[in-house]
């Protein structure tokens, strides 16, 4: 009998997970339904990868956001932002709850035209307007934030030019204790550039100054900061009053709200480090009716907030494609989605969860997409149970910026699926097809022949 070939032990670390102080497992629950309609049933109907979008959950958040600022301030406005995701099909529903709409492009500022929105009731803001773009924005009534003094020079010129007036606002940055400061859009609070655009857009023939923007960073996790940016521009909108005996009619707080996504690094789940609606509420009403207004002169709120609206409403369905081990002896599985489709991936540890009843012991595993690059990497270590080739995966809150971000890379995008209030699946964007992306695609004659 011939002696069998040593092989070297693989040590496999198994986790059954961590007890709660009761002593109970904590299992892994599969996620096997969204808003009651099948994870299977969806994936066997519109494909995989599948995004999936729950209405109802868009309207709640929405509806709880407001509340906690108008039952704080008397005046508030929404407006959706359209670089967070901008399908017609959300863009509405949110337009239907009562927001306006936000847009930072003559790209977005068209679709929010084409989905109905008054041009009173865009706001424009972003550092890269044309002048066809600003043509617009004044022919339709828009408020016009400037970002930099060349764009004021421009918009003085073409009102001139037009023979109209433009309804303004300025973006100011400031010192917040946010670092880093984001400094590079608008003009700067402490060095007196704010006041300078103030200057001279009074002193201008043709713009009207509306109201003061500030947008002080992004996934801000300290409400403070947003109390302290509140305080800085009604101190402005105050002085303007003071000095020139006008007023101001809104303050635009911008964005920045964090979601209950985890960012890489963090110790702390994001379910425990997101401050609620009415945590930002309380600071920045605070700020704005302690600022000394008058009870007429209190400018309208208005809140740009697009990742925390939206966020927890969004699922990608997933297929896993292959296990393997690799030279370390680590598990991996290779998904049907990267980061071409999930770019938050970059950012966050997405919560990823089975579809389907698994085993209640998880392993460490890197989850790969099926990109052929070496950063394509979903979750660098999470615990999971042992998922065979076939079964699926929820990953969640992925509404924010992934239908924005995605990009056309060695694969095509895939379906986006709404399931509205009543619980029916409707696609709200089809899959991309190879004649799709080819179609702007020009190819001089003399490549068309060739022999290999």
């Excluded at 492009?105 to 600003?134: C, M, Q, R, T």
């Excluded at 999971?384 to 910026?401: C, E, F, M, S, T």
Aim: glycine letters at 6%.
């Amino acid at each position: 009998m011939s002696k069998l070939k040593y092989e070297s032990p693989i040590i496999k670390q198994i986790n059954a997970g961590i007890t709660s102080k009761f002593g109970e497992l904590n299992s892994l629950k599969p996620t096997t339904h969204i808003a009651n309609v099948s994870v299977k049933g969806m994936i066997e109907e519109y494909g995989s990868p599948l995004f999936v979008l729950n209405e109802q959950t868009i309207r709640n958040t929405y509806q709880d956001a407001y509340h906690a600022f108008s039952t704080r301030y008397p005046n508030v406005q929404f407006a959706w932002s359209y670089k967070t995701n901008y399908i017609e099909a959300v863009c509405k529903v949110f337009h239907q709850e009562g927001a306006w709409a936000e847009v930072v492009s003559g790209f977005e500022y068209k679709k929010a035209l084409d989905n109905g929105v008054p041009g009173d009731k865009i706001i424009f803001n972003g550092p890269d307007k044309s002048d066809d773009d600003l043509k617009t924005a004044i022919d339709n009534n828009s408020p016009i934030h400037i970002d930099h003094f060349d764009e004021l020079y421009s918009l003085i010129l073409l009102t001139e030019q037009l023979g109209k007036r433009a309804k303004v606002a300025i973006r100011v940055n400031m010192d917040t204790g946010i670092k880093p400061l984001w400094d590079r859009f608008g003009f700067n609070y402490e060095n007196g550039q704010a006041w300078e655009a103030v200057n001279k857009i009074i002193y201008s023939k043709n713009l009207d100054l509306i109201g003061f923007h500030t947008h002080i960073g992004t996934f801000i996790l300290d409400p403070k900061a947003y109390g302290v940016a509140a305080s800085k521009l009604a101190k402005l909108a105050i002085s303007v009053k003071d000095k020139y005996k006008h007023d101001i009619q809104y303050i635009d707080m911008g964005g920045g709200f964090a979601s209950k996504n985890t960012l890489k690094g963090s110790y702390l789940s994001g379910t425990d480090l997101a401050p609620s609606f009415s945590d930002y509420a309380d600071s920045i009403t605070q700020a704005l009716l302690n600022a000394g207004f008058s009870t007429e002169d209190l400018p309208l709120l208005i809140l740009e907030t697009g990742r925390a609206l939206i966020d927890d409403a969004g699922s990608l369905l997933g297929t896993v494609l292959a296990n393997k081990r690799l030279s370390t002896g680590r598990r991996s599985m290779i998904m049907d989605f990267g980061v071409n489709t999930l770019f938050t991936s970059f950012w966050y540890n997405h919560i990823i969860s089975p579809a389907q009843e698994c085993s209640l012991y998880t392993e460490d595993t890197i989850m790969y997409g099926p990109l052929c690059m070496n950063i394509d990497i979903i979750r660098e270590s999470i615990n999971l149970p042992p998922l065979n080739k076939g079964d699926h995966v929820v990953v969640h809150r992925i509404g924010a910026y992934n239908m924005t971000q995605w990009m056309q890379f060695i694969t095509l995008r895939p379906k986006v699926v709404m399931i509205d209030t009543k619980g029916k699946p409707h696609i709200i964007r089809k899959e991309e097809t190879k004649n799709y992306v080819s179609e702007l695609e020009v190819t001089p004659n003399y490549l068309n022949s060739f022999d290999l």
